[in-house]
Antibody, heavy 121, light 108 residues
């Protein structure tokens, strides 16, 4: 059973950086079959995939066009976790943020973190 | 970007009745389609993947069908715990995925 435990502040000031962490148990951030994602949910934008990181002989990242210039998703192998950084936030970035795992060999999300409400104000 | 459109926005159903939810893709996604259930204050839970395969532990009253651009999630006999939000998601064109806007299943 994979468990994803999120942590990070729930309040960020405009123009500052949103930072969240997702600690993994039951799998490895360095797994050659897993992909680790950040997704957010807001009333105005619904569920929105933001970005992912994964290891296939080297580290790879992909980001949604809507946040590509502001986002970094990075692994921390020493702590078996991965993180989200979103710079220059505005009130439009207010949302519940989730981390989630791609099912091995596919791209639907089989395990999710508990969610973190981040308010930009 | 592939746009996913769900209908209806809200579905009012009595316990024990059948619920049929629809999801349409703006272009073909083959069967690269998943359904999720979300209850208030919780993360989405995977119900169906590959358009029709139930995820581990999902009751048989949940079934998915469709391919290409038209998909259906059917709940054969609604239980009290099934009243929730339901989302579809395609995973056809790597590396970006999109979700539908959701269907709320409420008690009639």
């Amino acid at each position: 059973q994979v468990l994803l435990q999120q942590s990070g502040p729930g309040l960020v000031k405009p123009s500052q950086t949103l930072s969240l962490t997702c600690a993994i148990s039951g799998d490895s951030v360095s797994s050659n079959s897993a992909v680790w994602n950040w997704i957010r949910q807001s009333p105005s934008r619904g569920l929105e995939w933001l970005g992912r990181t994964y290891y296939r002989s080297k580290w790879h990242n992909h980001y949604a066009e809507s946040v590509k210039s502001r986002i970094t998703v990075s692994p921390d192998t020493s702590k078996n976790q991965f993180s989200l950084q979103l710079i220059s936030v505005t009130p439009e970035d207010t949302a519940v943020y989730y981390c989630a795992r791609d099912a091995p060999g596919s791209s639907y999300f089989d395990f999710w973190g508990q969610g973190t409400l981040v308010t930009v104000s | 970007e592939i746009v996913m459109t769900q209908s209806p926005a809200t579905l009012s159903v009595s316990p024990g009745e059948r619920a049929t939810l629809s999801c349409r893709a703006s272009q073909s996604v083959n069967t690269d389609l998943a359904w999720y259930q979300q209850k208030p204050g919780q993360a989405p839970r995977l119900l169906i993947y590959g358009a029709s395969t139930r995820a581990t532990g999902i009751p048989a009253r949940f079934s998915g069908s469709g391919s290409g651009t038209e998909f259906t999630l059917t709940i054969s006999s609604l239980q009290s715990e099934d009243f929730a939000l339901y989302y579809c998601q395609h995973y056809y064109n790597w590396p970006t995925w999109t979700f539908g806007q959701g269907t709320k299943v409420e008690i009639k």
